[in-house]
């Protein structure tokens, strides 16, 4: 995994951030990010990705778009490339768009969005301009059904914009319970590339029958709300990292929590949200080393159990 010293200068200066002072030259001296590889295509991706829902959510242009751009500078430079978004993440498509073009790594990433309208088919479309329009490119890479909203309608659309070679790979997504029994039927029945879902040691239900079921329909899986939207800390709040986590090169809880998730089979990426360039690092780190076993990861939802 590689950072510039010129990075790790400008970061640490902006933030004043001992942990990266600290962390960023012991992460430049790691292995790259883990990969693995999208089972429709068998091209490789890093396992850990960004997400942006609320975190790049924000107004004009002002000195919080300094660290968002940190954020995604640094995420670029230790190995990342998967970055989700959506037009309906009130501006987070258009900043996320904006930062990535000033720093001219557009190309570079791994391209998802989503069409989530209720307005029917040309509201569909409309949003998928957008989003070209708002990364300034002509291929999206994963376009996504969001949370199953008018399925039929936004995947024929999805699926023209694959065929006339606009977007590259066609998803659906969730991050609701309720709507795992429609979601399996959708899985059964069409021929998609990714699934993405909510999957965290707070939230386990997709490991019953969702991910099995995207193992055998062959989908690459893209895990949604990894920190359980942040509250899995609340629950480590003032709690000691266990001695064993140092078994599968965890160092924080961050890690703890993530590292869970991709020691899961059936996960191809993981989509964990920051505005904090420190969090980012923390977050790669996940991706680098050892995982959990089975017989550790139960431990680790034992654990988590007992706090909670
Ligand atoms: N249906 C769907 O398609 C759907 C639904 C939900 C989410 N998503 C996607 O999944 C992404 C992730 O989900 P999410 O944003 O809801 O929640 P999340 O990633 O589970 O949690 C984000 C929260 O965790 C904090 N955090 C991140 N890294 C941390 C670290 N190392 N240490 C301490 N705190 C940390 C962040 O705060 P800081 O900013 O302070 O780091 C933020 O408050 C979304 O952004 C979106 O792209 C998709």
């Known amino acids: 995994m590689k950072i510039s010293r010129r990075k790790m200068l400008k970061i640490s200066a902006g933030t004043g951030a001992a942990l990266l002072l600290s962390e960023l030259p012991v992460f430049a001296q790691q292995p790259p990010l883990l990969m693995r590889l999208i089972p429709s295509s068998g091209e490789g991706i890093p396992v850990v990705g960004l997400g942006s829902a609320r975190?790049?959510?924000?107004?004009?242009?002002?000195?919080?778009?300094?660290?968002?751009?940190?954020?995604?500078?640094l995420f670029h430079e230790m190995g990342g490339r998967f970055f989700d978004t959506a037009p309906s993440y009130g501006t987070s498509e258009k900043v996320a768009g904006q930062i990535v073009?000033?720093?001219?790594?557009?190309?570079?990433?791994?391209?998802?969005?989503?069409?989530?309208?209720?307005?029917?088919?040309?509201?569909?479309?409309?949003?998928?301009?957008?989003?070209?329009?708002?990364?300034?490119?002509?291929?999206?890479?994963?376009?996504?059904?969001?949370?199953?909203?008018?399925?039929?309608?936004?995947?024929?659309?999805?699926?023209?914009?694959?065929?006339?070679?606009?977007?590259?790979?066609?998803?659906?997504t969730t991050s609701f319970a309720r709507q795992y029994q429609r979601m399996e039927q959708v899985l059964r029945i069409e021929e998609l590339d990714f699934v993405q879902l909510n999957y965290s040691l707070g939230e386990r239900e997709a490991a019953e029958r969702l991910l099995p079921l995207a193992q055998d329909r062959g989908l690459g899986v893209v895990v949604n709300e990894p920190y359980n939207v942040g509250r899995l800390f609340g629950a480590v709040r003032g709690r000691e990292l266990p001695d064993w986590a140092a078994e599968f090169d965890c160092r924080s809880w961050g890690q703890f929590f993530l590292k869970y998730i991709l020691a899961h089979p059936a996960v191809t990426v993981i989509i964990p949200a920051t505005s904090d360039p420190e969090h980012l690092v923390d977050n790669m780190g996940a991706g680098v080393g050892r995982l959990p076993d089975e017989r550790t990861r139960t431990r680790m939802e034992e654990l988590f159990d007992g706090l909670t």
């Open 55 to 73: 975190t790049f959510n924000v107004g004009p242009p002002t000195s919080e778009w300094l660290g968002l751009s940190d954020v995604v500078e």
């Open 101 to 172: 073009r000033e720093l001219g790594i557009e190309d570079d990433l791994f391209f998802a969005t989503k069409i989530s309208t209720g307005g029917g088919r040309q509201a569909g479309i409309d949003q998928e301009e957008g989003s070209h329009q708002s990364w300034g490119r002509d291929t999206i890479d994963l376009n996504q059904v969001h949370n199953l909203r008018d399925v039929d309608t936004h995947l024929r659309t999805i699926r023209q914009a694959k065929e006339e070679g606009r977007t590259r790979y066609v998803g659906v």
